[in-house]
T-cell receptor, first 113, second 117 residues
Framework: DQQVKQNSPSLSVQEGRISILNCDYT??????FLWYKKYPAEGPTFLIS?????DKNEDGRFTVFLNKSAKHLSLHIVPSQPGDSAVYFC????????????FGAGTILRVKS | GAVVSQHPSWVICKSGTSVKIECRSL??????MFWYRQFPKQSLMLMAT?????????EQGVEKDKFLINHASLTLSTLTVTSAHPEDSSFYIC?????????????FGSGTRLTVV
């Protein structure tokens, strides 16, 4: 039972354009969501998070949008840079789950120069 | 910022031997640490939650006698893969919770690539 889904295994974007990574969740008990970036053979690094009481959070080139009614969130990267090429994981957590995070399967982003 | 050190970064061991992986929070105290396992092209699968001074909580399907977790201090948790077999070969990652950083407080180690031959 995949509670957090990233349906696009990969995404290819031209440098300078917008990258949009999507994530869907099934459990309404999640009350915060996070995006992580991961390079091969390294641990994930935190990018940005959003609480369920918000619908948008912005940090530099990264913006996360949350649509609670659709149980959908997205990460926008503008402008995309070649260094953004990595695997992006969506994760969800909540008081119901204690401190545990549930991860999506990840999306490989390739930014072409 | 919060740093989590994981050691070793890679290890090769013979089938039947045990391997210990360390996870240290370098500049904060972590009452809770998590151990994940990642198979190729798959997501991070939570194996267990490690709480300082108490027994670890294992996820369903994870053998606690095979994956021994010890969280003896606020800055160190260890995962020991006992009697390793080739199917245990994987990428293991720890995460420590830094409550002072709010929702961004899950800091991951750099991972350990275990290969059992």
């Amino acid at each position: 039972d995949q509670q957090v889904k990233q349906n696009s295994p990969s995404l290819s974007v031209q440098e300078g354009r917008i990258s949009i990574l999507n994530c869907d969740y099934t459990n309404s008990m999640f009350d915060y969501f996070l995006w992580y970036k991961k390079y091969p053979a390294e641990g994930p690094t935190f990018l940005i998070s959003i609480s369920s009481i918000k619908d948008k959070n912005e940090d530099g080139r990264f913006t996360v949008f949350l649509n609670k009614s659709a149980k959908h969130l997205s990460l926008h990267i503008v402008p995309s840079q070649p260094g953004d090429s990595a695997v992006y994981f969506c994760a969800a957590g909540g008081q119901y789950y204690g401190n545990k995070l549930v991860f999506g399967a990840g999306t490989i982003l390739r930014v072409k120069s | 910022g919060a740093v989590v050190s994981q050691h070793p970064s890679w290890v090769i061991c013979k089938s039947g031997t045990s391997v210990k992986i360390e996870c240290r929070s370098l500049d904060f105290q972590a009452t809770t640490m998590f151990w994940y396992r990642q198979f190729p092209k798959q997501s991070l699968m939570l194996m267990a939650t490690s709480n300082e001074g108490s027994k670890a909580t294992y996820e369903q399907g994870v053998e606690k006698d095979k994956f021994l977790i010890n969280h003896a201090s606020l800055t160190l948790s260890t995962l020991t893969v006992t009697s390793a077999h080739p199917e245990d070969s994987s990428f293991y990652i720890c995460s420590a919770v830094n409550r002072d950083r709010g929702r961004g407080g899950y800091t991951f180690g750099s991972g350990t690539r275990l290969t059992v031959v």
